[in-house]
């Protein structure tokens, strides 16, 4: 497996009044990202933000296809995104210091930053099903066609890889430029990743490989 250059494609912010970006998801219409006290919905053709749910937003962020999860600390809220009421908490693996988030199989998937693991997390209970360790520091989470992505971001350095399910074996890497951080991880489901820019308060559109690709493939 030879890494490769992430190609960006675009790149939104800094956001009025966000002085830090965190997780990052996609209701198949706006790009959801957390930015401390509150989630904000952006107009991904537009580039501009279209409202906010004020709440806790730490960490990760999800989207079921109905709710959003947030990240607030040491517990995991599950947010109707038409009224923005938090209608179940959860607590989070690890009692904390829990980064990315995904929706997928039923279940959410969450990352433990310097843990360096995934944990595999039954929604309604928070009982933590299953864990895959990871090399480093790992950040945003996102599952597409089957494919377990998450991002990293350890001594300035950030990558996104895509990682064997089973025994958390990097299949596929995309370095990012020097500096330039990913805190929360996205995909639309088709060719792009969203990444939350930590601290950068910026929202950056990375290409993800097609499939056949030189480097896409297993090896």
Not at 10 to 24: A, K, L, N, S, T
Not at 50 to 78: C, M, N, S, W
């Amino acid at each position: 497996m030879k890494p490769s250059a992430a190609e960006i494609l675009r790149e939104y912010g800094p956001f009025p009044g966000v002085d830090q970006i965190g997780g990052v998801t996609y209701d198949g219409r706006h790009v959801w990202f957390a930015s401390g006290d509150k989630l904000n919905a952006l107009d991904p053709a537009s580039g501009e933000t279209v409202r906010a749910i004020a709440v806790p937003a730490h960490a990760g962020t999800a989207f079921d296809g109905r709710h959003l999860f947030q990240i607030a600390e040491d517990r995991i809220q599950k947010i109707d995104p038409q009224s923005g009421r938090v209608l179940a908490t959860i607590p989070a693996p690890g009692g904390g210091a829990v980064s990315g988030m995904a929706w997928a199989e039923g279940t959410l998937w969450v990352g433990q930053y310097r843990e360096r693991k995934i944990h595999q997390v039954d929604p309604e209970t928070g009982a933590v099903l299953r864990t895959i360790a990871s090399s480093r520091f790992v950040t945003g989470v996102t599952w597409v066609d089957g494919e377990l992505w998450h991002g990293t971001w350890e001594n300035e350095q950030s990558d996104l890889r895509r990682i064997d399910p089973q025994t958390g074996e990097v299949l596929e890497q995309l370095d990012m430029p020097a500096g330039v951080g990913v805190s929360g991880l996205e995909s639309d489901g088709a060719d792009r990743f969203y990444c939350g820019g930590g601290n950068s308060a910026r929202l950056r559109v990375v290409r993800r490989p097609a499939r056949g690709a030189a480097g896409a493939a297993d090896e």
